[in-house]
């Protein structure tokens, strides 16, 4: 039910900083767990940061220290600062909302991705 849209990406210098963003069609007060994924020329799509509906947050640890994971609930929004961006941090972002209900996810949605490169 809730769509979500991703923007923010695009090109930086290693050492820089973007900051993306996901706007969600409806509250994300309720949403159980949004986070950030990427996906890597060849390699896997992987977790680089979620957050709780209740604000307990966690990183993948190749960004724990320069990515910040941050929500907007007013505004219906999800942020990821990421700062001293590296060449391996580029790929694809994705932002992802789940409702888990009793350790079991019910509800699960993708926005459609947003590019960023990191040139050295």
């Known amino acids: 039910q809730v769509q979500l849209m991703e923007s923010g990406g695009g090109l930086v210098q290693a050492g820089g900083s973007l900051r993306l963003s996901c706007a969600a069609s409806?509250?994300?007060?309720?949403?159980?767990?949004m986070g950030w994924y990427r996906q890597a020329p060849g390699k896997q799509r992987e977790l680089v940061a979620a957050?709780?509906?209740?604000?307990?947050?966690n990183y993948a640890d190749s960004v724990k220290g320069r990515f910040t994971i941050s929500r907007d609930n007013p505004k219906n929004t999800l942020y990821l600062q990421m700062n001293s961006l590296k060449p391996e941090d580029t790929a694809v972002y994705y932002c992802?909302?789940?409702?888990?209900?009793?350790?079991?996810?019910?509800?699960?949605?993708w926005g459609q991705g947003t590019q960023v490169t990191v040139s050295s």
């Open positions: 409806r509250t994300i007060f309720s949403i159980s767990v």
């Open positions: 957050i709780t509906s209740g604000g307990t947050t």
């Open positions: 992802n909302a789940k409702y888990v209900v009793a350790g079991s996810i019910v509800d699960d949605t």
